[in-house]
Structures are given as C-alpha cells and as structure tokens.
C-alpha cells in the first residue's frame, strides 16, 4: 500500500525541529517521547505515527491529491532507523553522557533535516540498499509490508 510522500517530509519538519531543542537544551524527556514517535510509527506504521496522524487530519485536506504514492515500507524501516540513534541518545543523556546524547541526537537530526527539508530520506537509502544486498530476507519489516517497494538502481 503506498503513503503520499509529503507526510514523512512533513513528519521529519516538525522532528527536525523536536531534534535542533533537544540538542539545545539536552532534554532527555523529550528525546524520549520523540523515540516513541519513532517507535509508533516503526512498529504500526506511518499512518498511526503522531506526525502522520496530524499531517493527514490538519495538512492533507488542505492540499490537493498527491501526484504519486511511495511504497511505505522505507520511511517504515526508517523510523525504525530514528528509533535506534533516539534510544541511544536516551541512553547518553540518562547516563550522563552528554556527548553520546548529542552525537546520536545530531545524527538524527541530519537525517530529519534532509528528509523534511531536500526530501531526501536517508534511512530509506539504507532500506534499498540493504534489500539489494540480501534480496531475500524480509526480517527487516512485517510480511509483506514491501512487496510494492520499487527496485531503484543504485
């Protein structure tokens, strides 16, 4: 099933700008509600995902139809992605590492940023490459959640 592509972009806006306060003021609270957005929308999709949620009840009725849909199973495998730099941002700023914190957080915040503002998904990169590599194996998302992800060269 294909998602309107302008959601992830409109999700990673408002994440960019959760990531740059996170990093001004090392909120370890709201890093970790920003990894359960990550999480919401790994585990049950884009569409129940807080942001995805917002965009298509306040952004979408306001524009016209999208010119194409994108598979959902990259930006999925993406957020997963942002799960994982958030939990060890967490981690960092709970242990008193500040640094780690801010590395993992900055990290994330990069890839918000060039998805919400260059529409590249950087996460969504790592997906196709990855299922170029090991064409085969579907660990990475649910059963059959990229049975309509596109076979981009690299």
């Given at each position: ?93 709970a242990a008193g590492v500040a ?52 076979n981009y060269p690299i």
């Open positions: 099933m294909g998602i309107d592509p302008r959601g992830p972009r409109f999700g990673a806006l408002i994440t960019t700008v959760v990531l740059a306060v996170v990093l001004a003021t090392g909120s370890v609270w709201l890093l970790a509600v920003q990894a359960l957005v990550f999480a919401v929308g790994s585990v049950f999709g884009l569409r129940y995902a807080p942001y995805g949620l917002l965009y298509r009840w306040l952004v979408r009725p306001r524009l016209g139809p999208p010119g194409e849909l994108e598979p959902g199973a990259p930006p999925r495998f993406a957020q997963g992605v942002g799960f994982a730099f958030a939990i060890v941002g967490v981690a960092g700023y640094w780690l914190g801010a590395v993992a957080t900055a990290l994330a915040l990069i890839a918000a940023f060039l998805n919400g503002v260059f529409g590249f998904c950087l996460g969504c990169e790592v997906y196709l490459v990855i299922r170029r590599i090991r064409p085969g194996h579907q660990a990475l998302v649910s059963a059959g959640a990229d049975k309509d992800a596109p």
